[in-house]
């Protein structure tokens, strides 16, 4: 028998951890964000950022952000962009920057996956803007392919769970299989 144990009322995860890109007063800076994810089916990603941070201004400024995954290995430089802000120190020179052709918003190269997005709408709440992006370009790491396609493993991306990351582990299922797989066995069984 299962004991459910009551927790306080916050969100302890899992988020997936994605450090923002966004050009602010000129210069590349990066935020460490939890708040991000997909929306419906169609190329959209949301990320939600506290209005008063330093990145949220180059966001409205811009109208682009990008999603960078980083790496478990790169995990004191992503927290580090979630400590301090571009306000009080440069974070420009952290890591190396590119753009595409639209410009507007760094990604960063070090990442293994990258998503530049187009800023379509945005809603205020709770004293933190929420900023629906259209995906106008996704970029990976050429050593994240197996036999040409995305590796997540190879991608090694952190979730944040508690007061902790943690990295993917291992496959434990595949989409649209395994549901599958189980209705074909319900069905079986009559
Ligand atoms: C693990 C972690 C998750 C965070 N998630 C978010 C988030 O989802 N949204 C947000 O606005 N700030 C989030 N923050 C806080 C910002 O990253 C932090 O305040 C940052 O210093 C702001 O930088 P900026 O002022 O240069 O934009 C998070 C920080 C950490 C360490």
């Known amino acids: 028998m299962v004991e459910k144990i009551k927790l306080p009322n916050r969100p302890v995860g899992p988020f997936p951890t994605v450090l923002a890109g966004v050009e602010v007063d000129g210069r590349p800076n990066y935020v460490t964000i939890g708040a991000c994810g997909v929306v419906s089916l169609d190329a959209v990603l949301y990320i939600s950022l506290k209005s008063t941070h330093f990145s949220t201004q180059g966001v409205k400024e811009n109208g682009y952000f990008s999603v960078n995954i ?61 900023f629906f992006g259209e995906i106008v370009a996704v970029y990976v790491n050429e050593q994240c392919l197996s036999e040409g396609k995305l590796d997540p493993l190879k991608v090694d991306p952190m979730l944040m769970m508690g007061s902790s990351y943690y990295n993917l582990g291992q496959v434990v299922g595949g989409l649209f299989k395994d549901g599958v797989d189980f209705k074909n066995k319900l069905a079986q069984e009559g």
């Open 70 to 130: 980083p790496s478990a290995e790169m995990v004191d430089k992503t927290d580090f962009c979630g400590v301090v802000s571009g306000r009080d120190t440069d974070k420009s020179k952290l890591f190396t920057p590119f753009y595409n052709e639209v410009g507007k918003a760094p990604m960063i190269k070090e990442c293994p996956m990258n998503y530049l997005c187009k800023v379509i709408n945005s809603i205020e709440m709770f004293g933190f803007e929420m």
